[in-house]
């Protein structure tokens, strides 16, 4: 059973060009979150969608960060333009939301983001 | 919103038990999570409190109390493969599961 698969791995970009970066969730997973890990910041949630749907994008840090979902099987997050501060490792994680306090969270690999 | 406050950093000697404490603030509260994640690594998941008291899981057991806000995890036999940070998590009352995570806790473990 494949785990939550992001790509790329690793990016290195020059500050003004926009960045993409993927995820595939688990396979029957309806939720699904965007994250970014800094030393200074920890781990901070961007933007999480339910069912496809954007719920909560008040961690998106500013216009330059845009996602979406078109199905349940890819989201992407998008930088444009990128800047060195958002030099970052990125997370996508997804879990199956039911009734009751589950709350199991599926974290794909990452992707480290250098802008230089 | 919310806010959780954990020890930055832990020592401890491979074979003993190390309690990592983890205190919250929240407009709403669900559940208290742990995750564990290796330098390099992504978080993955260890243990869940939804209700007050002890969860165990093999060598990890978590506590939650409400009244407090507080919980911690415990991790008994250390082993050297369990140098790695440890983040709690609180869930959002109302569904979605939104999570909220701590700054972590970078357990060192030595021989």
């Known amino acids: 059973d494949a785990g939550v698969i992001q790509s790329p791995r690793h990016e290195v970009t020059e500050m003004g060009q926009e960045v993409t970066l993927r995820c595939k969730p688990i396979s029957g997973h309806n939720s699904l979150f965007w994250y970014r890990q800094t030393m200074m910041r920890g781990l901070e949630l961007l933007i999480y969608f339910n069912n496809n749907v954007p719920i909560d994008d008040s961690g998106m840090p500013e216009d330059r960060f845009s996602a979406k979902m078109p199905n349940a099987s890819f989201s992407t997050l998008k930088i444009q333009p990128s800047e060195p501060r958002d030099s970052a490792v990125y997370f996508c994680?997804?879990?199956?939301?039911?009734?009751?306090?589950?709350?199991?969270?599926?974290f794909g690999p990452g992707t480290r983001l250098t802008v230089l | 919103g919310q806010s959780l406050e954990q020890p930055s950093e832990v020592t401890a000697v491979e074979g003993a038990i190390v309690q990592i404490n983890c205190t919250y603030q929240?407009?709403?509260?669900?559940?208290l999570s742990w995750y564990q994640q290796h330098d390099g690594g992504a978080p993955t998941f260890l243990s869940y409190n939804g209700l007050d008291g002890l969860e165990e899981t093999g060598r990890f057991s978590s506590f939650l109390s409400r009244s407090d806000s507080y919980g911690y995890l415990l991790l008994q036999e250390l082993q050297m493969k369990d140098s790695a940070s440890y983040f709690c998590?609180?869930?959002?009352?109302?569904?979605?599961?939104?999570?909220?995570f701590g700054t972590g806790t970078k357990l060192q473990v030595i021989p």
């Open positions: 994680a997804s879990s199956l939301r039911r009734r009751g306090p589950t709350d199991t969270q599926y």
């Open positions: 998590a609180v869930r959002e009352a109302g569904g979605y599961q939104k999570v909220t």
């Open positions: 929240t407009s709403g509260f669900y559940g």
